[in-house]
């Protein structure tokens, strides 16, 4: 079973197709999962949850209870914690509910310490295992998380920038067949490769390394007043 | 002097505001900056930029060369390199103009790996040192850096939530006096402390380190639609 769940970023930064993708999931089997406000979001859409999580703080008392009234499995998480909301919610999917793969929707824009978190919550020891399951998508990015060892990077159709971060320490990167090589490469801090693409006429490179967690990032141009 | 650049980020991330703190801030006598399609968002503004920085691949040789005409130092990157447009610009800022500060705006938005470069360049060791002169401004968040020591934090009127990132391995964090604490935390690898909030009363709180690179983002909520 795959999981698609969605958290509580701006709308404007979903995808333009996320009802559609959203509905055709659940036709499918997927378990839906709304993550704090997302579960409302979600409602909104005309989707039915199967899980809710979150501390629910910022909605008001007949919000929430919509909530509880709609979806089965509804988790409370507390604002005085050592795990976030997202955190409390891939261990449910992955633990309670043994999905193979997560979709992530509503993790980017607007405030940037939620975006940060979502992002580099796969760093920590006991969530890194899960991170290579996990792909992360918005209207113009779509991030997949790889843990060491030699791996294909394939061309997705409908982006045309491919962008490298080591999210934290990295060993011995190399990115071999892309339009810009890297060779060798090791830090000790975090660093961001943007804009690297796939080589015309090729549909893919490899990218090996030997300790770390790194995020590749599809992306594309949107019209520049595509968010406003 | 001060230095204040906008970089190629969605317009629609932007403060509100824009024109009239660029306005302001050339007044004042301050730098005004832009980094590639940045330099044409300016000359929109009805800005005429003081210094212009990009590969400006992706502009029309027409907008090129209304670029050259406009702006009296344009400095060209190349796409293979190991400096980004946004290092080139810290270089060219605090090394050539010697300015005090840089407000760094269209940072943020739109393709991810462009976010994490102008946010990760900051932990490379030649250019640690400037981060704490730099304001990394969008919408709805402020991002200031910070070096190992004892810092006061202080409230910033228009944002409710601050949040804390360690860009990289951290020794011996500590937040004291804010809503929610954090003692003696260390990590080899980034993390993300979303929504901490001043206590109620106060505005500051301290936080001290020993190691690595700190990122304060200050951030509030917008309605949910504003990015649409």
């Known amino acids: 079973m795959k999981a698609y769940a969605l958290l509580g970023g701006p709308a404007g930064q979903w995808p333009t197709k996320i009802a559609t993708v959203f509905h055709r999931a659940q036709e499918r089997g997927a378990l839906i999962v709304g993550v704090d406000r997302g579960c409302l979001f979600l409602k909104e859409l005309g989707l039915s949850p199967n899980l809710g999580i979150g501390d629910f703080d910022s909605l008001h008392p007949r919000e929430e209870s919509q909530i509880e009234q709609v979806i089965p499995d509804v988790r409370y998480s507390t604002p005085i914690k050592d795990w976030t909301d997202s955190e409390l919610m891939l261990h449910a999917v992955f633990h309670d509910y043994h999905v193979s793969a997560l979709y992530l929707f509503g993790a980017t824009g607007g405030r940037l310490d939620h975006f940060l978190v979502n992002l580099l919550t796969f760093a920590r ?4 295992s899960l991170a290579p399951k996990v792909h992360l998508i918005d209207k113009q990015n779509w991030i997949d998380f790889y843990r060491p060892g030699k791996k294909i990077i ?8 491919v962008g490298l971060v080591n999210l934290m320490a990295v060993k011995d ?4 067949g892309a339009k810009y090589s890297l060779r060798h490469f090791s830090s000790m801090y975090p660093r961001a490769f943007a804009s690297n693409e796939f080589r015309s006429g090729s549909d893919n490179f490899e990218l090996t390394f030997q300790k770390g967690l790194v995020a590749v990032i599809y992306s594309r141009d949107l019209n520049r007043f595509a968010n406003v």
């Open 125 to 128: 020891p006991r969530l890194r």
């Open 154 to 161: 394939a061309a997705k159709k409908a982006y045309l920038y």
């Open 173 to 176: 990167l190399n990115i071999i």
